[in-house]
């Protein structure tokens, strides 16, 4: 057992204290917001947000360690240079839910697509500054705010794109079944 928690200690954080407190409620919060929003009006379908999962998930492990690690080293997580359990939690269940309730809410009114980038994006920087300011959760070194409105504006369009075409790949296969179907 204790190679078990050895091997585990560079994972675990130094001390349990604010920051993984707000990591934790804020993935309670922001789970049952997404289950509450999807279940009382569905507009994404189950593989939409799979896919959606799947591919914030990446994006924001594959952009946390190209920022946040050497040889960039614009900031930190939580409470190491490198990452940790909290940064898993942060990248599998926290990130990628308010991206997708953004797609749904597209999907739902269908409002012009830069002023939904550029107000939504101001959203999550201001929920990355209170995260950063009250909870200790970033420590920036070289990074800065404004940085952050411009990567949330990118991700947010490459999103948009990705929700798009997988919507496609969907509505041709279920075209492809309805004709195959009809023959």
């Keep these: 057992m204790n190679n078990i928690l ?6 675990l954080p130094k001390t349990f204290d604010q920051n993984e407190i707000f990591v934790l409620l804020i993935m309670v919060l922001c789970i ?22 799947v591919f914030n998930i990446l994006f924001s492990t594959v952009g946390d360690r190209m920022l946040a ?4 080293d614009l900031y930190d997580t939580l409470d ?38 550029v107000l939504y994006a101001f959203v999550l920087v201001l929920l990355e500054w209170t995260s950063e300011k009250f909870f200790n959760v970033f420590q ?15 991700a947010l369009a490459l ?19 309805r004709s195959s179907a009809n023959s």
């Design 6 to 11: 050895n091997l585990l200690e560079p994972l």
């Design 32 to 53: 049952c917001i997404f289950v509450i929003v999807h279940h009382l009006d569905p507009q994404l379908l189950q593989t939409e947000i799979i896919a959606l999962f």
């Design 69 to 72: 690690e050497p040889p960039l």
């Design 80 to 117: 190491y240079g490198h990452g940790e359990l909290f940064d898993s939690v942060l990248q599998i269940l926290v990130y990628p839910i308010p991206v997708i309730l953004y797609i749904h809410f597209y999907q739902k009114y269908n409002p012009n697509k830069i002023v939904s980038i």
């Design 140 to 154: 920036y070194k070289e990074w800065k705010i404004v940085y952050s409105y411009g990567f949330y504006c990118f």
């Design 159 to 177: 999103n948009l794109l990705f929700a798009g075409l997988i919507k496609r790949l969907i509505g041709r296969e279920q075209s492809k079944k």
